[in-house]
């Protein structure tokens, strides 16, 4: 979009929130940038370029308005729309891939060189891999300078600088200030993005953020079906929060994620900090945060059908997760069973083979285990049938010896046929699966109960073949009409628990 000069200077003048991250506003005059909401009067049409990126932007020699703070915008959509390799790349560095593998590393993850992927993204984001982590490493420390009382020569190490002079010189040249003087401007209030939040208990050891979204959001589904669905010892509501271990690659964390009326509140316990980055995308990922509503539902109101559903609760998103492996996993403990049935299945390999952890503030107990873990599990401890026990021990051994790859990397279509290979595997566990591990847009259940019944309720075809043919006015957004029609019912995850 940033190449659509005329359509930026609109959005810009008219402070539209949901152009945030989308695009970036480089001012001339000043050498500032901005989200195109900044709440300054804004600039000249003459004065203003436009980047596709804080990296970007950065690499033109501007810095990060200090009203605004660009740095702390919602993620693209595009990037979650999209499965090339430009959108796989970015999903992958906003993981921390380059911190913890280098540019080499991400080249290898999506089977392409070093130079084709600069390439790529060079002539795309106006930013190589280098100058994107980089820019993402800056927001990593401007979080911990701002919301910690860790010193400084940790705060480089964690935020994945080589050095402190990298450090100090990057924060200069981005934000204008040194660290020290980011640290003693936090006082006053803040726009969107992730910072302290108010009245947050200064718990050691615990981060207190504000993850910032694209309104509208609609928590009912979203949290309803996290809490409702959660594995006893991995995840819990507690206290007006959904609660849930992360296994993280420098160690492991526990975060606490509740709705509040502009943000999501986010408490995050980490017993190493440089997996800091890692936990917040994985966070954003699960709640969906980076989504557009509005073109979602734009899109599916042109539906008469759907438009009232969309009319009386707009910005649904869809619940994803934090790891595809374990989903998967889930979703063959689920097939064919009921959601209380699944979480106990669940709960017991939990028990039995996930890594204990401790959580003074509440009740989790357990990492879920890994596919390493469950590879060498007995058979005949699983409480399933036969013909499950062997779908679920093909599919860990596929995932532990990597000839099945889900997670940010994977090309969906490649995941989807590989999935349907495996024994056991239809098309309701592969479309679920890509839906809210993959983060699919696009992924649609034609064959499953409720959106069947809820079909048949608002008039719309019922039957799978007839359902799909209908569909196709609703794509590339049909992951989220499933989420519209399962709201139909009164099912618990379509409410946020009391």
Not at 6 to 16: I, N
Not at 156 to 177: H, K, M, P, Q, W
Not at 439 to 451: E, H, Q, R, Y
Request: charged fraction near 20%; glycine fraction near 8%.
């Amino acid at each position: 979009m940033h190449t659509d000069t005329e359509r930026c200077v609109r959005a810009v003048r008219s402070k539209d929130a949901r152009f945030d991250g989308v695009f970036f506003t480089a001012v001339l005059t000043t050498r500032i940038y901005c989200r195109p909401s900044c709440p300054v009067v804004p600039p000249k049409a003459e004065n203003m370029v436009f980047h596709p990126s804080a990296a970007s932007c950065q690499r033109a020699g501007f810095r990060a308005c200090k009203r605004c703070r660009p740095d702390t915008s919602p993620g693209s959509p595009e990037w979650n729309v999209r499965a090339d390799a430009v959108a796989r790349a970015m999903r992958l560095i906003q993981d921390g891939v380059v911190d913890r593998e280098g540019v080499s590393g991400l080249a290898a993850r999506l089977g392409y060189s070093t130079r084709q992927i600069e390439r790529q993204l060079l002539a795309e984001l106006g930013a190589g891999p280098l100058a994107l982590a980089r820019a993402q490493r800056a927001q990593t420390a401007r979080l911990l300078i701002e919301t910690t009382a860790m010193p400084m020569a940790e705060i480089a190490f964690a935020a994945g600088f080589a050095s402190i002079r990298t450090f100090n010189d990057t924060v200069r040249e981005v934000f204008a200030l040194a660290p020290g003087e980011l640290r003693a401007r936090v006082g006053g209030p803040r726009p969107g993005g992730s910072r302290v939040s108010a009245g947050a208990p200064a718990t050691p050891g615990v981060l207190a953020l504000r993850l910032p979204y694209r309104a509208p959001l609609n928590p009912s589904n979203l949290f309803g079906h996290l809490a409702a669905t959660a594995v006893p010892g991995v995840e819990e509501w507690r206290d007006g929060a959904y609660r849930r271990t992360l296994a993280l690659p420098h160690g492991h964390g526990i975060v606490a994620l509740a709705p509040r009326p502009d943000h999501i509140a986010c408490r995050l316990s980490l017993t190493d900090p440089r997996d800091l980055t890692h936990a917040i995308s994985r966070c954003r990922w699960m709640l969906d945060l980076d989504a557009d509503p509005v073109a979602v539902d734009e899109q599916l109101s042109r539906d008469p059908q759907l438009a009232p559903l969309v009319e009386r609760a707009p910005g649904r998103r869809v619940p994803r997760t934090v790891d595809a492996a374990e989903f998967a996993v889930r979703a063959v403990l689920g097939q064919q069973v009921s959601t209380a049935a699944a979480r106990t299945h669940a709960a017991r390999l939990v028990t039995a083979h996930g890594v204990p952890v401790e959580d003074p503030e509440g009740g989790l107990t357990h990492l879920f285990p890994t596919p390493a873990a469950l590879v060498g599990l007995d058979p005949e401890t699983l409480a399933l049938p036969r013909s499950r026990r062997h779908t679920l021990l093909t599919l860990v051994e596929a995932l532990a010896d990597g000839s099945l790859e889900l997670g940010p990397a994977c090309d969906w279509e490649e995941a989807r046929a590989r999935l349907q290979a495996l024994p056991g595997f239809g098309p309701w566990t592969t479309e679920v699966i890509a839906m809210r591990a993959l983060g699919d847009p696009d992924a649609f259940l034609p064959g499953d109960l409720g959106v069947r019944r809820a079909a048949h309720h608002l008039g719309l075809p019922s039957t799978p073949a007839a359902l799909t043919a209908r569909a196709a006015d609703w794509r590339p957004w049909r992951a989220y009409a499933v989420q519209y029609l399962w709201a139909t019912d009164s099912h618990p995850v379509n409410h946020l628990p009391a």
